[in-house]
């Protein structure tokens, strides 16, 4: 169509074969140039529950398709670390006395009580926020000792019963560092780092000559509402799940990855979504694989029935995530560890070249 368009316009409709190849190659160039100029874009609904490792999952996709964090971005998380440190060893120490647990010895019950004295003294005030939550020199000690404590380790592997972030033992074993005057938050640190999403945020990266814009949107019960009827024209939708909820309860008293199973059953089946792509993130792959041998699988789902391994555990949970899409394109399904940046990239990569695949496919180019 090209050519013949140039053809009638310029007057050439009877010239040589060698000057029709010269326009012929010169509109391909220009179409070319108007495709770069007019970038296509991909949309994705990212969801999936609290700490399932969506935000984690963004923070990443940022460092490896922008930039790292400048020193300014690594202050403002300051806080958050601090109050993600403090938060986890306050719910320790709270279940260590709701579950009759003792500590090795009095210094330790003083430490106990020197810990709660010193956040005393920072939320004192009564307009205290957040940013007042600071893991000082004299706290980082206190807590590095309380850490160490056999009853506080044995409360910490019971605390699938007191939903404790997964983050805790992360900054709990570098807590001496977070007490130091220079500290700044590294890349690792942001990455452990835990902050509700409320509403929906949207990203942009520009990947492989397409943009990929993505929703985040919050993953409590009282965001839900928002997700379908917002989204009904998304390419893909990339469900995130904790591997780590087999074996927590919701404050409804429900297994959290019955849970999990049932809101992904609702998104694989919705007509909303019945042209999408739909991606499973099975994250926490290295917490699992811990878990998964002190917690059998079998607590959650009577029916299984293989050894107390990582490997058949996981083909298991794959499995009934798999079987949930009653029709349509089958689920992609990834294993991941958000908090790793080599395991992140490798799915990255394979899930967007899939989609790329996919749209040129609906463009009828590829």
């Given at each position: ?16 074969n060698d000057e ?86 009095e210094e330790t ?133 904790s591997l780590t ?122």
């Amino acid at each position: 169509m090209g050519i013949l368009w140039s053809w009638l316009t310029t007057g050439h409709c009877t010239s040589g074969n060698d000057e029709n190849k010269k326009i012929s190659r010169r509109i391909d160039k220009e179409i070319l140039q108007e495709l770069k100029q007019e970038a296509d874009e991909i949309d994705i609904l990212l969801l999936g529950a609290p700490e399932s490792g969506k935000s984690t999952f963004l923070k990443q996709m940022r460092i490896i398709h922008k930039s790292d964090y400048s020193l300014e971005e690594r202050l403002m998380f300051k806080p958050i670390v601090y109050a993600n440190t403090i938060h986890s060893m306050s719910l320790i120490l709270h279940a260590v006395e709701r579950l009759g647990i003792d500590l090795d010895s009095e210094e330790t019950e003083y430490d106990a009580y020197i810990f709660y004295q010193l956040l005393e003294e920072q939320t004192s005030h009564s307009h205290a926020l957040i940013e007042d939550l600071k893991v000082t020199k004299d706290l980082a000690k206190v807590m590095t000792r309380l850490w160490k404590d056999s009853g506080v380790q044995a409360a910490f592997l019971r605390s699938n019963e007191f939903n404790l972030s997964d983050c805790a033992k992360y900054f709990l074993e570098n807590v001496e560092r977070l007490g130091l005057n220079s500290y700044i938050p590294t890349t690792e640190d942001i990455l452990h780092s835990r902050v509700r999403t409320t509403g929906i945020v949207e990203v942009k990266y520009f990947i492989k000559d397409m943009i990929f814009r993505i929703h985040d949107v919050g993953g409590q019960r009282s965001e839900r509402r928002k997700w379908l009827y917002l989204f009904d024209c998304v390419h893909a939708v990339i469900f995130c799940v904790s591997l780590t909820e087999y074996a927590q309860r919701s404050s409804a008293d429900i297994n959290k990855m019955h849970e999990a199973i049932k809101l992904f059953n609702m998104i694989a089946n919705s007509r909303v979504f019945f042209d999408a792509s739909i991606i499973l993130f099975l994250n926490k792959t290295d917490l699992f694989a811990e878990m998964c041998r002190r917690i059998p699988l079998k607590t959650a789902f009577p029916d299984y029935t293989g050894k107390r391994n990582y490997e058949e555990s996981i083909q298991f949970l794959q499995a009934r995530f798999k079987e949930q899409r009653k029709q349509g394109p089958e689920i992609h399904a990834h294993l991941l560890c958000a908090t790793d940046v080599t395991t992140v990239q490798v799915v990255c990569n394979s899930v967007t070249d899939m989609l790329i695949k996919n749209f040129l496919k609906d463009c009828g180019i590829y």
